[in-house]
C-alpha cells in the first residue's frame, strides 16, 4: 500500500496525474461549498456534507503524511496547518462546537495543486503560454477568498453590514483596489487592521497579476550553459550568457 501510495502522490505515472487532478477538483468543489452554504442556515443535510468532507481531508492528510520521508518538515509547512484547522472546522459539528469560521482557510489548500504545473504546462497550451498570469491569478484569487472568509467570520455576528460572504466579497474587493465607497465598514481594532492587510498585500498581488499582463511575453526554455529558463520567444542566443539555444515552437497560429 505504501509503494501505491508514493506513487499517487510523488510519481509521473498517469495515474499519479490523474489522482492529483481529482485533488484539485475536489478542492474547487470545497471551495464552491463553503461560499454557497454562507447564504443560509446549516441544517442536517449541510452538517453532514460537512463530515464528509472533512473526512476525506482526513484521509488524504493521513496517507500523504504516511509517504512523506521528512515529516518533521512536512509539519514547517503552512498548507499542512491548513489542512489541520480545516479538518478542525470541518469535523466540528459532531463535537457540537462552533468552528465553522476555521472553514474558509480550506482554500488555502489550493497551495497545494501548484505541484501540478509541470503537469499542467505539458498538458495545456493555453496553461504554457499564459503561465505566469495564470499563477499570478491564482495567488491574488486565493487571497482574495482567504481575507473575505477571515472578514466574514470576524464581522459577521457583530456588523449589520456584513450580512453573508457576498457583502464580505465587495468590501475587500472595493478595499482592494482602494475605491472606498464607504457604505461598509470593519469595526474595532480587528477589523481596522484587516481593512490594512487587505491593502497593503493585496494591491501587492494585484501589481504582480498587472506586470504578468502587461510585460513582454516570455518562453519557458532552459539554457544548457547558464541555466538561464525564461527567453523571448524568437531567441536565438542567451541573453546572459550568449550560448546558443533552441527553443521549441509550435509553428504559426
Not at 89 to 110: D, H, V
Request: aromatic share 10%; glycine share 6%; net charge positive.
Amino acid at each position: 500500500m505504501k509503494k501505491t501510495l508514493r506513487e499517487l502522490y510523488e510519481g509521473h505515472t498517469d495515474r499519479a496525474h490523474r489522482f492529483r487532478y481529482a485533488l484539485l477538483t475536489f478542492d474547487l468543489t470545497t471551495i464552491a461549498f463553503v461560499i454557497g452554504t454562507s447564504f443560509f442556515e446549516h441544517g442536517p443535510v449541510v452538517e453532514t456534507i460537512d463530515m464528509v468532507i472533512g473526512a476525506v481531508i482526513l484521509a488524504d492528510f493521513a496517507a500523504h503524511l504516511y509517504v512523506t520521508r521528512a515529516k518533521a518538515r512536512h509539519f514547517m509547512k503552512l498548507s499542512t496547518w491548513a489542512d489541520l484547522i480545516a479538518m478542525v472546522s470541518f469535523l466540528a459539528p459532531i463535537a457540537g462546537e462552533g468552528f465553522g469560521f476555521l472553514r474558509i482557510l480550506r482554500t488555502l489548500r489550493l497551495l497545494h495543486t501548484y505541484q501540478l504545473a509541470a503537469r499542467l504546462r505539458k498538458d495545456f497550451k493555453f496553461f504554457r503560454q499564459n503561465e505566469h498570469v495564470l499563477l499570478a491569478t491564482v495567488n491574488l484569487v486565493v487571497f482574495l477568498f482567504v481575507m473575505t472568509g477571515l472578514i466574514y467570520a470576524t464581522q459577521a455576528e457583530q456588523n449589520p453590514e456584513i450580512g453573508n460572504y457576498a457583502d464580505a466579497l465587495y468590501f475587500t474587493v472595493t478595499t482592494l483596489t482602494t475605491t472606498g465607497f464607504g457604505d461598509i465598514t470593519l469595526q474595532g481594532t480587528a477589523g481596522k487592521m484587516l481593512s490594512v492587510a487587505v491593502m497593503i498585500v493585496g494591491i501587492t498581488l494585484f501589481l504582480r497579476l498587472a506586470t504578468a499582463l502587461f510585460r513582454p511575453p516570455k518562453v519557458r526554455h532552459e539554457c544548457e550553459n547558464c541555466g538561464l529558463l525564461l527567453h523571448d520567444p524568437d531567441a536565438v542566443h542567451c541573453k546572459h550568457c550568449g550560448a546558443t539555444v533552441k527553443i521549441e515552437t509550435e509553428g504559426l497560429v
